[in-house]
T-cell receptor, first 111, second 111 residues
Framework: TQLLEQSPQFLSIQEGENLTVYCNSS?????LQWYRQEPGEGPVLLVT?????EVKKLKRLTFQFGDARKDSSLHITAAQPGDTGLYLC???????????FGDGTTLTVKP | KAGVTQTPRYLIKTRGQQVTLSCSPI?????VSWYQQTPGQGLQFLFE???????NKGNFPGRFSGRQFSNSRSEMNVSTLELGDSALYLC??????????FGSGTRLTVV
């Protein structure tokens, strides 16, 4: 069974601070996705990383895939209240259509 | 391009009843996956359909079933509802193993 552990589970910070969320597994994934979910809505895909060591930037968000494709991190620079939400990582196996999700990190950014 | 449409958005059912949820994927996406999301268990994979065939199945009892039609629309059915089935049911469509597009979900409450 593939498991993804996210840390921290909860994070409450002030606007303008930086933060990093981690996603770790003992399994190798063919790709890894990060999603953001707001209450009452479905998760929205932020990024997909495929290559070990890959780094992708999306405005103030930086995503990194571990060299061994077992872990990933999400770094947010100068967080804003609009960044508040549940951040989920998901690892996809080579068999498309089945992803394993982490339990999520609930981020609250206070103005 | 229209997103993933799930109906209904909210549903209240009584224990022992059955329920059918519907999902229309993004046009051109042949893979439809279903997830159950609860505060305690996070996102749990139910099943995935591809071209009308169930390709993957999660660890849920046989009360949970699904199907996919030739136009890729999908339905999931839960029979003999239990209180523990109360959850947000999410449908996601994908084109390849590079991430899902989720619907807004169906919030099912069993009383």
């Amino acid at each position: 069974t593939q498991l993804l552990e996210q840390s921290p589970q909860f994070l409450s910070i002030q606007e303008g601070e930086n933060l990093t969320v981690y996603c770790n597994s003992s399994s190798v994934f063919s790709s890894l996705q990060w999603y953001r979910q707001e209450p009452g809505e479905g998760p929205v895909l932020l990024v997909t990383v495929v290559t070990g060591g890959e780094v992708k930037k999306l405005k103030r968000l930086t995503f990194q895939f571990g060299d061994a494709r077992k872990d990933s991190s999400l770094h947010i620079t100068a967080a804003q209240p609009g960044d508040t939400g549940l951040y989920l990582c998901a690892g996809a196996s080579t068999n498309a259509g089945k992803s394993t999700f982490g339990d999520g990190t609930t981020l609250t950014v206070k103005p | 391009k229209a997103g993933v449409t799930q109906t209904p958005r909210y549903l209240i059912k009584t224990r022992g009843q059955q329920v059918t949820l519907s999902c229309s994927p993004i046009s051109g996406h042949r893979s439809v996956s279903w997830y159950q999301q609860t505060p305690g268990q996070g996102l749990q994979f139910l099943f995935e359909y591809f071209s009308e065939t169930q390709r993957n199945k999660g660890n849920f009892p046989g009360r949970f079933s699904g199907r996919q039609f030739s136009n890729s629309r999908s339905e999931m059915n839960v029979s003999t509802l239990e209180l523990g089935d109360s959850a947000l049911y999410l449908c996601a469509s994908s084109w390849a193993s590079y991430g899902y597009t989720f619907g807004s979900g169906t919030r099912l409450t069993v009383v």
